[in-house]
């Protein structure tokens, strides 16, 4: 199996002098393997460097006008001769070994693209980005599972051309890197190749180092660049899974007066990166102390993502535009029984007719639109459109009343929700031994007629067990078992869960990830772009409680003033506690 190492440069001289002589001490047959180095424009003397090396290896030099380092790959690909191209960058120290193990890796597959780790050369700058990019580079081989595939799209995020290596008939086959996404070109192909039924590798054993003299400012200045943010959403739109993981969800993460910042400085007619430039500064003569240096690269991030959302708008067009792309906020609701009070049911569980009548009229007075969540997932898969103001009811137990009171409701608005099924006790009438009382459940007649009525049906186990207390195969039987139920009733597929009680833990939401798309548990707060789609997050809407906590529920996915009530009411029962204790000791 012949080689060809690919490296593109463009005025890096220096760093060739000190990172290439580490690829030519490499031990591999020199007949096998070829070193293509194709020069982007360089004008510090790159090409007489290169011309007066004597290497033990072919050494084959390619001068270009500068086109860019996607348009340089592009062109090693083309000279290349080896059946395997390997990529480095021209400031990577190759250890001892790799292109044997990149060699190796090849042997006997034909469809596999081998990916080795990248870290941050010990001899680079104290810098900011240096430690920024060394945090970066550690989590992300750090999460990385030698024994498994790369998956995609969700091991993408920090994906690198570098140090990695293919097949070169693939690369021809499906034309290179796209050149259309400067910056990105790497993960472009990868996402491009992965739906090809290309398999990734990781090789852990395999690694190269960096040589990381770039400055803090450039990092800056690349995100300022209308060119790296048009790429940023190129690749998004091209590729709508991969949204979750771009950078421009960030505009969906913040809260409260963080928003209000951030908000302010993409929208502000000047850029605010002046402002920073000081405190940047300071932190990078004083990043050796630990508390600067994490304050220093926090600010790096801010002011970085700052800057891309900023190029960004000026591509998407507005403001309006880029939000509804990427930074929705969806407040999830969450009732259990609408419906009568009587004497025999638990009134903490139930909010009457009327108040939830006057809820959903408050809604639709102020521009929500209730959706399902088949429509989240569209968005946030697809990219597809979703209202301005969208809102998310839930259901969980399906309760007979909820249709007799609720859904009817929600049709006269046009709204949808989701209703969450306990699947084996369907038209029961049943007590739970924690609540007070007993209710009856829908039947699977009442949720077929819903289902075909613009409400949403997910499962909610079918016997409503803690999960986290089972074992694997009754932990299958009951979130498996009742998707398998509810499509019995139901045509299209169903493809949300509720975790019952809200309890879950790594091998419940592993089992929901491996049987639904989404997943909606009982911890508060919004959901945006980057929420994991398997722990949605719904704040529960209590009896009793007024419009103002409500209206807090859809503003921040919870409410203060509750927190507040079950502060004191906690205090009070302390206090009760104590005294009453006391009372008995004497």
């Known amino acids: 199996m012949k080689l060809s190492v690919v490296i593109p440069t463009c005025n890096r001289r220096k760093a060739l002098e000190r990172t290439l002589p580490t690829l030519l001490a490499q031990d591999f047959p020199a007949r096998d393997c070829e070193i293509v180095v194709v020069v982007d424009g360089s004008t510090d003397g790159t090409l007489e460097f290169l011309e007066r090396q004597k290497p033990a290896f072919r050494l084959k030099i ?39 193990q990149h060699s190796a890796a090849h042997a006997g597959s034909d469809s596999l693209w081998v990916h080795g780790p990248v870290f941050v050369a010990p001899e680079s700058p104290r810098t900011l980005l240096r430690y920024k990019t060394e945090a970066q580079y550690a989590s992300y081989y750090g999460g990385l599972d030698p024994a498994a595939q790369i998956r995609f799209p969700r091991d993408l995020c920090f994906l690198s051309a570098c140090n990695t290596s293919i097949r070169r008939e693939i690369l021809l086959a499906h034309g290179g890197f796209d050149e259309r996404a400067p910056g990105y070109e790497d993960i472009e192909l990868g996402l491009r190749l992965w739906k090809a039924g290309v398999r990734f590798h990781y090789l852990p054993s395999a690694v190269a180092y960096e040589l990381y003299v770039k400055p803090s400012w450039q990092f800056l200045q690349k995100r300022m660049s209308r060119k790296f ?28 007066w963080k928003q209000f910042l951030w908000d302010a400085s993409v929208r502000a007619p000047v850029s605010p990166l002046p402002l920073l430039k000081p405190p940047l500064w300071i932190a990078e003569r004083l990043c050796r102390f630990v508390p600067v240096r994490k304050a220093g690269v926090r600010l790096l991030d801010a002011a970085g993502g700052i800057e891309m959302l900023r190029s960004a708008l000026r591509d998407a067009g507005s403001w309006k535009a880029l939000q509804r792309e990427f930074g929705m906020k969806l407040p ?75 859904l009817p409701v929600l049709e006269r608005h046009g709204f949808g929700a989701a209703v969450f099924v306990m699947t084996g006790r369907l038209g029961e009438t049943i007590s739970w031994p924690q609540r007070k009382g007993v209710f009856r459940l829908m039947t699977a007649e009442q949720i077929r007629d819903w289902g075909g009525r613009g409400i949403e049906f997910g499962a909610h186990s079918r016997t409503h067990p803690d999960l986290t207390t089972l074992g694997p195969s009754e932990l299958a039987e009951e979130v498996a078992g009742s998707q398998h139920d509810l499509e019995a009733i139901l045509r299209p597929p169903v493809r949300s869960f509720a975790y019952p009680y809200g309890t879950h833990n790594p091998a419940v939401s592993d089992c929901a990830r491996s049987v639904y798309d989404l997943a909606f548990s009982t911890e508060e707060g919004l959901n945006n772009l980057g929420t994991d789609p398997h722990l949605l997050r719904r704040t529960g809407v209590l009896p009793g409680e007024f419009m103002i906590d409500f209206a807090c529920r859809l503003r921040w996915g919870y409410s203060p003033f509750e927190r507040l009530r079950a502060r004191i009411r906690l205090r009070t029962r302390l206090k009760n506690a104590a005294r009453a204790a006391f009372a008995r000791s004497h």
């Open 332 to 406: 999830v609701l969450m009732y259990h029984h609408v419906g009568p009070v009587r004497p025999d049911t638990d009134s903490g569980l139930t909010v009457t007719p009327d108040r939830f009548k006057a809820q959903v009229d408050w809604l639709a007075r102020r521009g929500h639109v209730g959706i399902r969540p088949s429509d989240w997932l569209a968005w946030r898969r697809n990219a597809k459109s979703l209202p301005e103001r969208p809102v998310l009811l839930t259901f969980d137990d399906a309760y007979a009343d909820v249709a007799e009171y609720a």
């Open 62 to 100: 390619i001068p270009q006008s500068n086109r860019g380092q996607t348009a340089a790959r592009n062109t090693g690909i083309h000279a290349a001769e080896g059946d395997v191209a390997i990529f480095f960058d021209d400031d990577i120290l190759c250890p001892p070994g790799i292109l044997q």
């Open 229 to 256: 943010a048009g790429s940023e959403l190129y690749l998004s739109r091209k590729y709508p899974e991969y949204r979750p993981q771009s950078g421009l969800n960030a505009m969906g993460r913040p809260r409260g």
